[in-house]
Every structure is written in structure tokens, then in C-alpha cells.
């Protein structure tokens, strides 16, 4: 069964550092990759996904995450961050086999990022 | 609509009782996902609805559980003999018709269930 792995689940940073929260996930064959941002209070927002091609993808905010295939990772980075990136985040999985579409989330990493 | 919508946001219900909770995806959304967060934790998944059938219940805890979306649209978790352990965030999210382009799912607020 695929699964996602989040590696941190807490992580406290000062403005303007850099972030990379790692992904990984278990399924051998096509994904769909997502990461998912919720800041306090508020629903499930999508940073950014990957579906094929260029294996860095950007997304909103500074944002930007690298595919790679051979060690099944999707991890996230922003090269500074800042205050407002206080939130939790979560990486997701769809496993891609004869239109079966479920989507897996990972436990989440929380990030607070102090002035 | 809009977005996603679930109602009621917020449910406080005792031990025993029989709730429902009502997701009201985007229009035109064939899949339909619901999950379930505790604090702290990352989106459990329950069960997802392509058009009107389960294509996947297999997050389902157990046989107190059970979801509908009879006309392919709005969605109905039912949870009956609810327990204290049944405390959790429930959310729901819908995406457009599955194909190229990896379509992103949308998420609704939550409904917020309290078992006391």
C-alpha cells in the first residue's frame, strides 16, 4: 500500500533561514506529488505539485520542491523564510494505477519561524 | 459554489449517538475525499467516491461508519454509536474529473466532532 513519510514534525527556524522538509513515499509506480500548506485557523491550501516533466517545481510564495524518482522523494524548500510561513505542512501521494486516484497524505511537519 | 463546503462546522454530540455530516463539493467535481485529522496529526483517509460509488473505502475505522453520495455531488459521512475516540476534525475535498494535469484537491473547513 503507498504510504508518505514526513521526517521532521517540528521545526523552528529564524527569519530569513533556509527550509527543506523532506518527503518520501512508498509506491512503485506513476505519482502525482503534492504539498499542502495549513496555516492557523485555516483549511488546506496547495503549495505546489508535481505531475511530470521538469522534476523542480515551483509554487506559491517562494516555494519550490524536487522530485527524485530513485530515492521516491518530494522535499520541499524555500531558500528564506519568513514569519508569515508559520504553518503546518504536508506532503501527498496519488498513486496513479487504471484511473485509481487516492489521495495519501503524510503526518505533516510544523514549522514556526520566529522574527 | 464557490469551494468546498461542510456543514455543520463545528458538532458536539454524546456517546451513543448518530451523527451525519454533510460535504457539498465543487460543482462539476467527480472526486469526492474524505479524511479525518486529529491534532497533531496529518489527514487519515477514510473513503473516496468517484461519481456516486466507493472507489475506495478503505479508511473506514469500522462498521459504524459509512458514507453516501447518491447523485454524485453532495456527500453524507454517517457515523453511528459515535464514541469519544471519534473526536476529530473531519475534512472533505473534491477534485475535477481525474486525467491529465494532476488536478489538486480542494479542502473544506472541517466539520469539528466532539464526543462527550
Known amino acids: 500500500a503507498q504510504s508518505v513519510s514526513q521526517h521532521n514534525h517540528h521545526v523552528i527556524l529564524s527569519e530569513a533561514a533556509s527550509l527543506e522538509l523532506g518527503c518520501n513515499y512508498s509506491?512503485?509506480?506513476?505519482?502525482?506529488l503534492f504539498w499542502y500548506v495549513q496555516y492557523p485557523g485555516q483549511h488546506l491550501q496547495l503549495l505546489l505539485k508535481?505531475?511530470?516533466?521538469?522534476?523542480l517545481v515551483k509554487g506559491i510564495k517562494g516555494f519550490e520542491a524536487e522530485f527524485i524518482k530513485s530515492k521516491f522523494s518530494f522535499n520541499l524548500r524555500k531558500p528564506s523564510v519568513q514569519w508569515s510561513d508559520t504553518a503546518e505542512y504536508f506532503c501527498?501521494?496519488?498513486?496513479?494505477?487504471?484511473?485509481?486516484?487516492?489521495?495519501?497524505f503524510g503526518a505533516g511537519t510544523r514549522l514556526a519561524v520566529h522574527p | 459554489g464557490a469551494g468546498v463546503s461542510q456543514t455543520p462546522s463545528n458538532k458536539v454530540t454524546e456517546k451513543g449517538k448518530y451523527v451525519e455530516l454533510r460535504c457539498d463539493p465543487i460543482?462539476?467535481?467527480?472526486?469526492l475525499y474524505w479524511y479525518r485529522q486529529s491534532l497533531g496529526q496529518g489527514p487519515e483517509f477514510l473513503i473516496y467516491f468517484q461519481g456516486t460509488g466507493a472507489a475506495d473505502d478503505s479508511g473506514l475505522p469500522n462498521d459504524r461508519f459509512f458514507a453516501v453520495r447518491p447523485e454524485g455531488s453532495v456527500s453524507t459521512l454517517k457515523i453511528q454509536r459515535t464514541e469519544r475516540g471519534d473526536s476529530a476534525v473531519y475534512l472533505c475535498?473534491?477534485?475535477?474529473?481525474?486525467?491529465?494535469?494532476?488536478?489538486?484537491?480542494?479542502f473544506g473547513q472541517g466539520t469539528r466532532l466532539t464526543v462527550v
Open positions: 460543482s462539476g467535481h467527480t472526486a
Open positions: 509506491y512503485g509506480g506513476t505519482v502525482n
Open positions: 475535498a473534491s477534485r475535477r474529473d481525474p486525467g491529465e494535469g494532476a488536478p489538486e484537491a480542494f
Open positions: 508535481y505531475f511530470s516533466g521538469d522534476p
Open positions: 501527498a501521494v496519488i498513486a496513479r494505477s487504471g484511473g485509481y486516484n487516492k489521495l495519501i
